[in-house]
């Protein structure tokens, strides 16, 4: 019902209506907030975590709202996406990562999965980003208001505005301030997501590095040779010429444990390089390249052929512990592997010659580098004991995909593509184990199929697990023999 009210000032009349709060003043259009109105409960005066609600945070924010929605929105995004990754590397012959050969079945599933996780994370960033009190665009509108009141309270004879408030339509604030306040939301929303994801980046750096060069973290092996293994150790320098520790064991038949001095009735010493895992120091790796050689030696019945065994620890581990983890990265390791192999080469009793190349588990990430680097008059043949594709691809795989949007903090070590860069003519072995439980099966294999060599070898064991390197060769002895004989032939 309207009425009309005579104001002292003049004969100004107000036309109300009390169901809508509309007057008519002097042909203009005016909004009226009557006491009533003025403490009406704004049901958008209140922080909603309901990514489907369209009541969020526009004014009256707690302080852990912004936090919270931005875990969330992380939480909702990464375990769409998680899912997604995991149903499209069971659904294509290409992984996301690395282009690692997987099995079939899901794809469609998977994309519709990775694609919800994109939309996740755009619908908390629409609802669930606050801001603490008024943005700009508020606080011109609300000086608008006030200015709109004083002026209507001028024209009425001096209405008090406790009882009426007036805004002129004519005097709201441009549309293009709800185009600021967006673009004030959006930059604060960036920035904090920003913040957010460096924080979470710098702890999974952290944490990737400990998995996959634990030895920077905690004391593995020692500083000299466990026992029974009898060798020595040397210095030759690393990249940068920084000097690290090394370690020589010579084998022969009668001395499996490792020797000092090889018997007299040996006539050939071939050299080999070993890049062993990142379980222990040098002194395991040398030990771990007893189990390629093992065979071969079992079988020298005259006792005529010694083996010399160069190894190294990574930087961080014993004995060269003094480096910070920060500090190093797969291409620091992969030239300190390349200088110990030319250090080898360079030595008086090998100097020309061709060394055999051994790698295994992490150790094939510099083997591979160096299978790309070496030339074919260089190395005599390359050895991978259960390789990767990538750095990448295993810990993705380990995690089950549950953090891809920080894959870009683990080492790459692209096995993969860099063999593929090897030389045609160096002989190639891969070893495969069908039950390793780090390195799945179809990345030993992907690379060997990456390998242009015209003289490889795939040794595959069902029942070999990440360690079983002596099982491996002996489930297919006559394979790994031939391999062998090529590469004796080819070290002098």
Known sequence: MATSNPLANGNLEIALDEQSDQVSLGGDDILVMNEASRNKKDPHDHCCLNPMCDCCCPKQCGPFCPPVCLIMAFICFNFYLCLGLNLLAEASTVSPF??????????????????????????WCRFCVCTDGPTEGEKRRQQQQDNAQ?????????????????????????????????CELFLKKVLTCTFLYLILGILCCTISRAAMYPGMFVKLGSETPPNPLTGEE????GKDQVELNGYHVKYSKSCMD??????????????????????????????????????????????????????????GYEPNEDFPFYLVDEFTVAEDAEKLFRYVRTRDEFFGT????????????????????LDEDEVSCVGLGMPFASGT????????YAAPLFFWTIDRWASEQRIKAMDYRIPFLVLSAGH???????????????????DKYFLYYEEGTHMSVGGTINSDGDTYDKWFEHCLRRIF
């Open 98 to 123: 690395e282009g690692v050969t997987v099995g079939m079945g899901g794809g469609d599933a998977g994309l519709l999965l990775t694609g919800a996780g994109l939309g996740s994370f755009l619908l």
């Open 150 to 182: 004083e002026n209507t309270a001028d024209e009425t004879g001096g209405v008090s505005s406790d009882q009426v408030s007036l805004t002129s339509q004519a005097e709201r604030g441009p549309e293009h301030d709800d185009c600021c306040d967006l």
């Open 234 to 237: 040397f210095v030759f320098p």
């Open 258 to 315: 490792g020797c000092m001095e090889l018997p007299d009735t040996v006539t050939e010493v071939y050299p080999v390089v070993m890049l062993g895992g990142n379980g222990g120091s040098g002194w395991f790796n040398v030990e771990q390249a007893r189990d390629f050689i093992r065979r071969k030696v079992d079988d020298d019945d005259d006792e005529t052929i010694g083996y010399d065994v160069f190894s190294f620890s990574y930087r």
């Open 354 to 373: 061709r060394p055999l190349l051994l790698a295994h588990s992490i150790g094939t990430g510099p083997g591979s580098y160096l299978a790309m680097m």
């Open 393 to 400: 691809q295993v810990a993705m795989e380990l995690s089950m």
């Open 436 to 454: 390793d439980e780090l390195i799945a099966p179809h990345q030993q294999e992907a690379v060997f199929e990456a390998s242009g060599s015209t």
